[in-house]
């Protein structure tokens, strides 16, 4: 057991590493190349602080196992809405301003789109084909209607920038990394399913969950910390619509396999809710305080204990 958990948290390492250095090294080679701010924004970083979650899941059901693939897909989404935004409010109360609502409305879709599949029971590669052209059409709306603080940043991108063979050096180190991890996380998640006699989906959903988005969860404190706690809710939107669409699609067309059916009575019905939440704060709420912080730190916590009642 002592050897399983050693193997967790060595995934757990690797991944968070290796998603830094490959955002670090896909966001270097985008300037190098002279791409504009929003793709790099929307398209390079949104897919590279996803690859954590899309490795582990991918390798998951790659291994025939559907309960911690989906379960890591769902509970992702729930970490960074009930977790993630919950603990920066908690710490760090800010003013909300509206921005984030077009990202959000996309994720609260997907959620519903998604939910509607697994409580239909439907897989299949075209699912999974229909998600990712779905992902490629929002991705496409956002680079061609970029928010005004995207287009204003076109002229912030002055300053020493990484050689380019060392951000080559950087992507696919991360690469290596991410794909290592991943595989220990899933491998010593499924052995402690089968020990401690719980079900994959549990662990997916909490444990496989929440270490894929430690590197969210740090990048949105560290944000608060310098001041800029409002960074957090659009790192919330748009992961929530990256996870959803991206590793689900990928998922689904690399190994259509069921929904499993332990999602649908809580996780599933908690994913759209926390989704409507989220364009509820972005469209009408002006203040994300405390009592807001400790209320979504206290359903997270909540829907972890029920998971493994």
């Known amino acids: 057991m002592a050897l399983t958990i050693m193997m967790v948290l ?7 590493v290796g998603g830094e250095l490959l955002v670090r090294g896909a966001v270097s080679i985008s300037s190098r190349l002279g791409l504009p701010t929003v793709v790099t924004g929307v398209v390079i970083v949104g897919a590279a602080t ?5 490795v582990t899941s991918v390798d998951a059901a790659l291994m025939g196992s559907p309960g911690i693939a989906w379960g890591n897909i769902v509970g992702s989404n729930i970490a960074n809405s009930l977790l993630i935004l919950g603990a920066v409010a908690l710490l760090f ?40 052209a779905a992902l490629a059409t929002y991705v496409l709306w956002r680079v061609t209607h970029p928010r005004k603080t995207e287009a204003v940043e076109e002229d912030d991108q002055d300053g020493p920038q990484m050689a380019l063979i060392l951000a080559i050096a950087l992507f696919l180190v991360g690469v290596g990394a991410l794909v290592t991890g991943g595989h ?14 719980v079900s994959e989906v549990a662990i997916g959903a909490t444990v496989v969950a ?15 910390w310098r001041g800029q706690p409002g960074l957090a809710l659009g790192n919330v939107v748009g992961s929530n619509a990256f996870n959803l669409l991206l590793i689900g699609g990928v998922t689904m067309t690399i ?9 649908l009575d809580i996780e599933w019905p908690l994913l759209v809710a926390s989704a409507a939440l989220l364009l509820g704060l972005c469209a009408f709420a002006k203040r994300a305080g ?18 493994f009642a």
């Not at 190994?255 to 999602?263: C, G, Q, R, S, T």
């Open 290 to 307: 405390r009592a807001l912080g400790a209320l979504l730190l206290a359903a997270f916590a909540a829907n972890s204990v029920l998971l």
């Open 184 to 197: 220990l996380l899933v491998e010593g998640a499924v052995e402690i399913a089968r020990v401690a006699g």
């Open 210 to 224: 929440v270490g894929t988005s430690l590197p969210e969860l740090a990048a949105s404190i560290a944000a608060a």
């Open 93 to 132: 109360p800010f003013p909300l301003t509206g921005a984030g609502k077009r990202d959000a409305v996309v994720g609260l879709i997907a959620s519903v789109l998604l939910a509607g599949i697994a409580f239909a029971g439907l897989h299949s590669i075209g699912i999974g084909i229909f998600l990712l």
């Open 255 to 263: 190994a259509p396999l069921a929904i499993p059916v332990e999602l």
């Open 10 to 16: 060595g995934g757990l390492v690797l991944l968070t």
């Open 50 to 54: 996803s690859m954590p979650e899309l």
